[in-house]
């Protein structure tokens, strides 16, 4: 496996309802990652793949469907993953959760952060559900993430943050901490066979590897 590419950063847009504020957040911190400079930056909207909220069966060897493939091979290129979503009803999305259980080698052992949004709570309650979650794929939830409070006095009604300055504070201690993370979980998912996994890890398909890339669906 090439560890001279920077490692890919997939920021992934949880929420999926119409007129969401999702990809505002979602954009904003996009930019700050490039303008960061430690990732390839992909932004995955999960508005744009028509997951089945009906997972799969027993069967190790069905084929996935063709959009739980087609966003598979996007996961599995991926380094480290900032996941965006708002607090709905104390927790987060059930299309984000539907995305998460559709994988399991895809998240492994990669670093994973959060950038969530709300009321008076800024979505904690929404990230504190997700760090539960994580530890079952072995992958990191890191320290720092970012929280925004009244969401929508963040940001204008252009989509840009009216405090530039203050809230590239917490993006930067994001992606300092991913940065750090990232390229030695990558090299370490290599190179180093994890002693508590139960499914296979899941690695871009260029990439040669004797791990190879698999959903695993049960
Ligand atoms: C089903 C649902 C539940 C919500 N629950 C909460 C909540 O518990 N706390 C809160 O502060 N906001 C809550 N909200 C308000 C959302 O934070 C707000 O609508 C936000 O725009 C949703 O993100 P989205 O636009 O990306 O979908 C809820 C919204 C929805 C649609």
Excluded: C
């Amino acid at each position: 496996m090439s560890t001279t590419r920077k490692p890919t950063l997939a920021i992934i847009i949880g929420s999926i309802r119409p007129e969401r504020f999702g990809p505002t957040a979602a954009r904003w911190f996009a930019a700050e990652a490039e303008r960061h400079g430690a990732f390839e930056v992909d932004l995955i909207d999960l508005a744009e793949y028509q997951l089945p909220m009906e997972l799969a069966g027993n069967d190790p060897e069905a084929a996935l469907p063709a959009e739980v493939a087609r966003l598979g091979k996007r996961l599995a290129k991926a380094d480290a993953f900032v996941l965006v979503t708002p607090v709905y009803n104390r927790s987060y999305p059930a299309s984000l959760k539907t995305a998460i259980d559709w994988f399991y080698g895809e998240w492994a052992l990669r670093p994973v952060s959060f950038l969530s949004y709300g009321g008076v709570t800024g979505g904690l309650t929404s990230v504190e559900h997700r760090r539960g979650v994580f530890p079952e794929f072995a992958s990191v939830t890191v320290k720092n993430f970012i929280s925004l409070a009244d969401f929508w006095k963040v940001f204008d009604h252009d989509g840009r943050p009216v405090n530039s300055e203050g809230l590239r504070i917490p993006a930067a201690a994001v992606l300092d901490e991913l940065a750090w993370w990232a390229p030695m979980l990558r090299e370490a998912r290599a190179n180093r066979p994890y002693p508590a996994l139960d499914f296979q890890l899941a690695v871009a398909e260029e990439e040669p590897a004797d791990l190879e890339r698999t959903a695993v669906s049960a």
